[in-house]
Every structure is written in C-alpha cells, then in structure tokens.
C-alpha cells in the first residue's frame, strides 16, 4: 500500500520533505546520552527464591558474629592443650546443641565438626590421630596436637554488623548463601523493567506460518526477546506494525502505554515508509539523537517518551539490531537496574581487524580461551548487515575504533557478549 506523504495524518507540512542526512555522534557520546536519559528503576522486595541473578539495592550486614561461636572444624576430640596422651572420653559434642564444659582437663569432648568447642577446650584432635578403646581416646604415637588448631573461631570472618554486600551487586549463587546464612528471608532488587519490543515492515511475517518469496519471517524480535531473557530482565510484550503510518501510530501507543522501555526494529533509515522516527515525534516521543558513526547501525535512533520512556528505534538489518541492542540497551537496562558491573570486557583480538577512518567498527566474534590464559576473539566477517545466517555460533562484537589500516592481532579490543 502507498501512502504519498500528504496523506499521512501525522506529518506535519514541513516534514514533508526529507532532512539533510544529519551528522552522526561518536559511540561514546550516544552512550552517555542514553545513561543520561534512562531513569534508575524503582526498587521491589522478593523472597529469597526469587532472588538470584537479581540486582541487590540495599546494603547487607552480618546479623551477627560468624562463625557465631567457636566452631570445630574436624571430627575427633576436643581437649585442653597439655592433657596427657591417654584421655577418658566425658561426653559427646554434637552439632545443634548448647556448649559442653570440659571440667577435667586430663580428659576429652567427642566433637563433630560443626558443633560448639566445648567450653573448657582449646585444641582439637581429629578423630584420624586417636584410638579408642573402652572410652578412653589415645592419641597416635608421636603426635603433638598445636594449641587453637582446627577451631573456627567466633567472629573471625566477620563482626556482627560488617558490610557483606553492597547494593548494585548482582545477587550470584554466593551472595545467596550470605543472603540466607544471615537471616535475610527477603530482599530489596531492582525492580524488573516493563519492556515493550515492536518490530516494523510489511514484510515480515510470524515464524510459524507460511512465507512467500517477498517475505522474511521475524527474527529480530526473537533474538531481543532472547537475550532480554537470558540477563534477566523478564519478558517483554511483543507487538508488530505494517508500514502503514496509521497503524504504526495505534501500535506504538499500546506499546508505549506503561513501558518503561521500549526497543522497536526497523523503519528508522531513509525509505518512504520508514515513519518509524517521524510518529514516535508525532507521539510526544523527543528525539535524544538520531544517527550513530558505526557500522553497522548507523541510523540508531533514541528518544524519551511522554511518561519517561526511553525509546530505542533500531534498524532492521538483523545484525544492526542485535548489535545495538548489544551495544546500547543493554548496558542502559544494567545501568537503569544500578548494577555496579561493567557488561564490556576487555580481550585480544585472535586477527588483525579492519579500522573504518571515521566509524567504529563492531564485528561478531567467537570467543576461544587459550593455555596461557588469555581469551582471543576470532571475527567473523559478515558480508553485510542482513547477514545473520552465520551468527548463532558467535559470542559477541567486538568493538574496533575508527582508525586507519587493521587493529593488529593481540591488540585489546571491548567484546560486548550477546
Ligand atoms: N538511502 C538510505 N538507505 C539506507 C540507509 C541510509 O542511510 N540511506 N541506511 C541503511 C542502513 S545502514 C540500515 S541498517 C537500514 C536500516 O533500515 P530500517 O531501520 O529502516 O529497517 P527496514 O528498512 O525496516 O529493514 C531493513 C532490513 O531488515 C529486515 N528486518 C526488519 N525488521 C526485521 C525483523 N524484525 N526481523 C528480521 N528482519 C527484519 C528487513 O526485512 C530489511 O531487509 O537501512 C539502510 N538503507
Ligand atoms: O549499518 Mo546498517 O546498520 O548496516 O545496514
């Protein structure tokens, strides 16, 4: 369908003819507007099982000194340092029960590690350097047991009240045992984005029906839905637009109602139907930029919507998308969650990569970890920016600044991981 641009309803008369191309601002720069705009998510508080891989947004304290009190650290005997080698057995201290008292210094506490070093007692034997024979515990020829040994004392990996962790920590499989083993049955996280994708194009048609020889099915959509999943940040509702200015306009008011980010893919270059940048204006939706120097994904745009919004447009190309997304949103959704970790890494380059004079270059890589310890990221040439067939066994992009001539082999590069 044609829509002659005096047709369409929200293009104002002097949006009628196209703008110059507009200059492009350097990655950084787009980088540090995104951060700029994007508001930090609220905070909400969940059970502990829901809590891994979440972002912590309050400060976590030792509830008490730990070990909380002496600990044994090994099966055996407990006994005071000097006892003699032949030691009746007086008791038995197990784990979860109060703290024995060794009256007699000349005898000894069975122990288990875990349980409370009996009062009374300084050393402890494992069970492996004694005897026993009719309840008296002998200790092996020749051994001297070293005073204080194989006890964990009270507070000596932490004071009741220390700092264990600090907000913005993302809560890993660790930060869940410090989480549990200090009594914190429910925590404070950042809240998880409400998050919209809208994919744009006549042309592109769902993955289960049929396709005709003009059409392309959608995949730009399901790799943004992939990996806003595989970092956690939950599902996105999915909505899709013909190139139909009215149509687009309807979608992208759903899309934008009660969103706190909204990803959209495809119809942000030159083309008569790309309306994508002129209805989110027309929407209230502000332009922060429009236009990036890289390839691919020079025609990148960013905006702030009417409630807050932040508002990527990426272009269609499927590796356009995916390394803007790669690039920008999701460094911005970690930034937004107050996450304290960096998602860019750095690594060598496996070959010798190709500078653009006046653009930054992202490449797909496939990361190998060699002996000596150092990761390498191998490129994978693509032949353009719809080329995505070859994508599935890459890691990332790696980032290549705008220079002459090739960053050599070995040279540190940023790997962005899908
Ligand atoms: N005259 C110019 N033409 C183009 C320019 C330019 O500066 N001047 N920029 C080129 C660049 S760079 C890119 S990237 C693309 C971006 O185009 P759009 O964002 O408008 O995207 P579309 O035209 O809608 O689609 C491009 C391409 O990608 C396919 N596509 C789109 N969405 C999906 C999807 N969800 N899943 C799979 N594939 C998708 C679409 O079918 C097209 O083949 O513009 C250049 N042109
Ligand atoms: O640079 Mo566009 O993003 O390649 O095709």
């Known amino acids: ?19 110059p191309q507009e200059s492009a601002l350097g990655v950084a720069e787009a980088e540090t507007l995104i951060r700029r705009t994007l508001r930090p998510l609220g905070t909400e508080r969940v059970a502990l099982g829901a809590a891994a891989g979440r972002i912590l947004r309050e400060t976590i304290a030792a509830e008490r000194d730990q070990p909380p009190y002496d600990r044994v650290m090994m099966d055996g005997i407990a006994l005071r340092h000097g006892a003699p080698a032949r030691l009746p057995i007086l008791g038995t ?32 034997v494992p069970v492996e350097r004694i005897t026993r024979v009719d309840g ?8 001297t047991p070293v005073p204080g040994q194989f006890i964990h004392r ?12 600090s907000p913005g920590t993302r809560l890993s499989a660790p930060a869940l045992a410090v989480l549990a083993g200090n009594g914190v049955a429910e925590v404070a996280v950042s809240r998880r984005p409400r998050l919209a994708i809208l994919s744009t194009g006549d042309e592109l048609v769902p993955v289960d029906g049929p396709v005709r020889d003009w059409e392309i099915r959608r995949s730009n959509e399901e790799a943004i839905a992939a990996s806003l999943a595989l970092h956690g940040f939950g599902e996105a509702e999915r909505f899709w637009a013909p190139d139909d200015p009215d149509a687009t306009m309807a979608v992208m008011t759903r ?10 893919s495809g119809g942000v270059s030159m083309g008569d139907f790309d309306y994508v940048p002129q209805a989110l204006e027309q ?12 390839r691919p994904g020079r025609p990148l745009w960013f905006g702030l919507g009417p409630q807050g919004q932040a508002v990527f447009a990426l272009p269609g190309n499927p590796v356009s998308a995916m390394t803007c997304f790669t690039r920008y949103v999701l460094p911005a959704l970690t930034a937004a969650e107050g996450a304290t970790e960096s ?38 040439p693509v032949s353009t920016s719809g080329d995505f067939n070859h994508l599935g066994s890459t890691d ?12 050599p082999a070995g040279s540190a590069v940023t790997f962005h991981g899908w």
């Open 1 to 19: 369908m044609l829509f002659p641009y005096g047709t369409l309803p929200f293009y104002k008369p002097d949006m009628m003819s196209r703008p």
């Open 93 to 124: 201290q197990r784990a979860g029960m109060p703290a024995l008292n060794l009256t007699d210094p000349s005898g000894c506490i069975e122990t288990m590690t875990g349980a409370m070093c009996p009062a009374g007692a300084d050393t402890i």
């Open 136 to 143: 008296v515990a002998t200790l092996e020829p020749g051994y």
């Open 154 to 165: 009270r507070g000596s990996d932490c004071r009741a009240g220390e700092a264990l962790l």
């Open 255 to 264: 899309a934008l109602a009660e969103r706190d980010v909204v990803i959209l």
């Open 283 to 294: 929407l209230g939706v502000r332009r922060i930029f429009h236009r990036v120097a890289q």
């Open 343 to 380: 998602r860019a890494v750095p690594l060598a380059l496996a070959e010798d990569a190709p500078r653009l004079p006046d653009l930054t270059r992202f490449m797909p890589a496939r990361l190998t970890h060699a002996a000596s310890g150092q990761t390498l990221a191998h490129l994978l």
């Open 396 to 407: 990332g992009i790696v980032e290549i600044p705008p220079g002459d001539g090739a960053a």
